[in-house]
């Protein structure tokens, strides 16, 4: 086993657990700091109309990329399954297979993207002044949507090997040369352009790169130029498991959409404030996200080499860790939140509206940990659709009720943000309920047998 491998089927769980889910979630944190290094360089050298363009953009950008990392899982757990059952032909073949259907999947839906485009800005009530440049923004953007799903479907595959190191390497140079990239176009005066061109073609240097590895890996992660297919039964497999996971992080990001237009009506201050505040959100939350993602391919491991046992002991150790560890990091959050938000340089009253949206959201991150690490589980033995649709109903549904009865009635910035702990909870009663259905009717299953 190389070194950078994690052993997911034997020895103690808590250290492999770790081991996985943080450099996971640091590949989290770079994905979003394309977004980030984009309004903090428009912010301080653009201008705060361009900075509250992309703001608007980033609930957009969140559906599309929560699908297509949704669907990715697919690919991880049938991969993982082959991986733990040693099944070393079959993973080949599913590999192979997660490629095609990822160039396919990325070019599909930049051209449904592009022409959604002007439909979408217009729906989210974005105010006149801005947006010319939210569209621009995002027709750029779009362009780099096939390197954006090429890279999680490529980083499923390795990740469900146990290798999680390697994804992350070839996203953090990426990332260096958005930066990097970034600065320079600023510099020259390309303005929103300039910095969207250069996500755009950050977005291809990850997958480039982890291609190439697997074209001169070893053993089953070797790609053949002349294998690639694509295998019906796996991406069957793939789609009935990672549909509903993508669709459930999709319409999560269709409602935070019509959050947004709500915070639009708040006016330019709650704007720049919510766009600001949810760099901060989406760069710990990737660590939530994480530990559910590690969760998932451990029990697709184990299911795969028909340890059920072990595979809900990775349940209960991986809740814990994601529990405590985001308990330690909401702390730190909040102590930096006035610092971070000042740091984006927003004047006062942007600011207090940013730390009551981060002590309403990062504050309550604590009950995300359970339905992301349950719902994880219940994908890793291949239960996607229930986990998704009480997400849909535990979060969305919350969400949308909440926007347009108590927000109507009690109209104000804090209100609305009230609606995430409140439908945070709701999930959390509806997938432990689920989780636990589902742990009971493996044990009848066990004593049949």
Same mark, same amino acid.
């Given at each position: ?65 929560t699908l297509f990392i ?22 080949? &073949? ?123 890996g070893h053993g089953v ?21 990672g549909i509903p996971a ?104 942007? &600011? ?98």
């Amino acid at each position: 086993m190389g070194p950078s491998r994690i052993d997911m089927l034997h020895g103690p769980l808590l250290r492999p657990l770790f081991n996985f889910a943080i450099p996971v979630a640091m590949i989290g944190i770079l994905q979003q700091l394309f977004n980030t290094t984009d309004i903090f360089i428009l912010g301080r050298f653009v201008g705060t109309a361009a900075l509250s363009a992309v703001s608007n953009d980033i609930p957009i950008i969140g559906i599309l990329v929560t699908l297509f990392i949704g669907v990715s899982l697919g690919s991880n757990v049938v991969i993982a399954r082959y991986m733990g059952g040693r099944k070393y032909r079959a993973a080949s &073949v599913a590999i192979h297979t997660t490629l095609v259907l990822a160039a396919l999947i990325g070019i599909g839906f930049t051209v449904l993207g592009e022409m959604l485009v002007t439909p979408v800005i217009h729906y989210m009530d974005v105010p006149p002044e801005v947006i010319d440049d939210a569209e621009l923004y995002l027709r750029v953007f779009l362009l780099g949507m096939p390197g954006m799903v090429m890279y999680d479907f490529v980083s499923a595959i390795y990740r469900s090997y146990g290798n999680v190191r390697t994804p992350l390497l070839a996203l953090l140079l990426a990332g260096i040369c958005n930066a990097v990239a970034d600065i320079i176009v600023v510099s020259l005066g390309w303005g929103l352009l300039g910095v969207v061109g250069t996500t755009v073609a950050a977005n291809y240097v990850g997958p480039v790169l982890l291609l190439r590895l697997l074209r001169y890996g070893h053993g089953v992660l070797h790609i053949y130029p002349g294998a690639f297919h694509l295998n019906k039964a796996d991406v069957k497999e793939i789609l009935r498991i990672g549909i509903p996971a993508g669709l459930q992080g999709m319409v999560f990001n269709v409602a935070n959409m019509i959050i947004q237009a709500a915070i639009n009506n708040q006016g330019a201050e709650a704007m720049a404030a919510s766009g600001v505040s949810l760099v901060m959100e989406l760069n710990t939350y990737p660590f939530i996200i994480a530990f559910g993602q590690a969760i998932t391919t451990f029990t697709g491991q184990n299911n795969g080499a028909g340890n059920e046992k072990r595979s809900h002991e990775v349940a209960y150790y991986g809740t814990l860790l994601s529990f405590g560890f985001t308990a330690v990091m909401t702390v730190v959050a909040l102590l930096l939140s006035r610092l971070f938000l000042q740091f984006f340089g927003l004047d006062e009253e942007a &600011v207090e509206l940013g730390v009551t949206r981060l002590y309403l959201i990062v504050g309550f991150y604590f009950l995300c940990t359970i339905y992301e690490s349950l719902s994880a589980s219940m994908r890793g033995f291949g239960h996607s659709l229930a986990p998704a649709i009480a997400m849909t109903i535990g979060i969305c549904m919350t969400r949308v009720v909440w926007i347009y009865t108590i927000c109507e009635m009690y109209p104000s910035f804090t209100m609305i943000m009230y609606c995430y702990p409140v439908s945070w909870l709701a999930a959390d009663i509806l997938i432990g309920a689920m989780y636990w259905r589902m742990r009971m009717r493996l044990k009848r299953r066990m004593a049949i047998a």
